[in-house]
């Protein structure tokens, strides 16, 4: 995911391709479509029509009623709706959000590496159905009307705590790899999708590459690594809370610490991008909830890091080796040096395509100044603050896109899906050593 965008070695898995869905009332633009008539069922009972954030608001539009529906998820949400109703205090309330969630992560995972037994027409592999079905959940917590007091605080945890499990951020285990003591863990993360206000039917490669790889066992250079995904919002706020720090930190500091740490989004058309530099400075490009504020990077109080904040941050994978070993595979990889600084004694952005100048101030780094290069930077800058020498760095993949037709899902993007997820794959395996 990068504000630049303009829209092997690994282990292999069964794919498939699914059946085209019609978005029979497709909207593209800024404009909301009309509730769902389901909607309107929902919120005569115990769930008000006040409370959604912005991007909740748009899963009640008709193109992600379709995924959801496509995908069998919409039986997930009207089941945690049902029983969140059913809640009589915030225990029972805490019970609901608690395996709601966990339910929602492994069965997204499951979706996309089981192909053959997945419920509705949409893809297998399709990212969108998690999406839709934490929103659809996240907004029946903020709209819940339930019958007994419940605190702004208490409300907000309930929706943290779910967005944590079915993102895949609770939890430290790395899945077992049998017959191999010498396993590395390699950690990856993908993004949700985004700029949805300009075609809602918007998926993310990096998601689905996350849950593709989740507990996959790939056979390496340097043996056999067993990986933990995990997912991140398109919104500014819960990295300034410390979603990041909170979610990576025991992978550099616990009792399952990682050997390698990889961050993934969308980045350029046509091409994979192993962002060699990144930067603190936030450009303040509209999040998902129609936010943003240029700013330096905020780092989250009790976490390490590195005092004082430094401009730039960077890679530790081996950008030269991976280039040689995955590009044209077949998209091409590119080892990217360049930012965008002040230079000292300056006061205008300057492009360097080999990578910042001592004592500049980060305008954008490799990839940019939007939510990848963030995470990157929080990543990287977690790295140093513990000490860790272990291959941490960003991949950028090719814009995915859908045909301008109006179905939700087509051959060719189903087709250009797999091959990214699947070179993706490859480019982390490559990053073991």
């Known amino acids: 995911m990068s504000d630049r965008s303009t829209s092997g070695n690994g282990s292999v898995r069964p794919w498939r391709t699914g059946s085209r869905i019609a978005a029979s009332a497709l909207v593209l633009g800024p404009a909301l479509a009309l509730v769902t008539p389901a909607y309107a069922e929902r919120v005569d009972g115990c769930l008000g029509e006040e409370g959604a954030t912005v991007e909740e608001a748009r899963v009640e539009r008709e193109v992600p009623q379709e995924i959801l529906r496509g995908s069998g998820f919409d039986a997930s949400v009207d089941r945690f709706e049902e029983e969140l109703c059913a809640a009589s205090d915030l225990d029972g309330a805490s019970t609901v959000v608690r395996s709601h969630g966990d339910a929602l992560w492994r069965d997204a995972v499951q979706r996309v590496q089981a192909p053959g037994e997945v419920e509705g027409d949409l893809s297998a592999e399709d990212d969108r159905p998690l999406y839709w079905a934490r929103l659809s959940m996240t907004s029946a917590l903020h709209r819940w009307e339930p019958g007994f007091a419940l605190s702004g605080t208490e409300r907000a945890a309930l929706v943290a705590d779910l967005e944590r499990r079915s993102r895949g951020q609770d939890g430290e285990d790395f899945a077992e790899a049998p017959g191999d003591a010498d396993v590395k863990h390699v950690v990856v993360t993908g993004f949700d999708p985004f700029r949805l206000d300009n075609d809602i039917r918007q998926a993310n490669p990096s998601g689905a590459a996350a849950l593709a790889l989740d507990g996959a066992v790939l056979e390496t250079a ?212």
């Open 222 to 433: 340097d043996g056999v690594a067993v990986v933990k995904a995990m997912m991140y919002p398109v919104r500014w706020r819960d990295f300034t809370d410390g979603m990041v720090e909170q979610s990576l930190l025991p992978y550099y500091t616990g009792d399952h610490q990682a050997d390698a740490v990889i961050t993934v989004s969308q980045g350029s058309p046509g091409r994979f991008d192993l962002e060699a530099h990144n930067g603190a400075w936030r450009g303040g490009s509209e999040d998902n909830e129609a936010l943003g504020t240029p700013e330096i990077i905020p780092v989250p109080e009790g976490v390490p890091t590195v005092t004082p904040q430094p401009q730039w941050s960077d890679s530790s994978l081996d950008r030269p080796a991976i280039v040689e070993e995955t590009t044209g595979s077949p998209f091409p990889v590119v080892d990217n040096t360049q930012v965008t600084e002040i230079p000292a004694g300056g006061t205008e952005p300057v492009v360097r395509p080999d990578g910042p100048t001592p004592g500049s101030e980060a305008r954008s780094g490799g990839g940019g100044n939007y939510l990848s290069n963030e995470i990157a930077y929080r990543n990287t800058l977690l790295r140093d603050a513990t000490g860790k020498d272990v291959p941490a760095g960003h991949i950028h993949t090719p814009v995915l896109n859908l045909g301008t037709g109006g179905d939700v899902s087509d051959p060719d993007f189903e087709a250009d899906r797999e091959a990214i997820v699947r070179q993706v794959e490859d480019i982390v395996a490559a990053s073991i050593r």
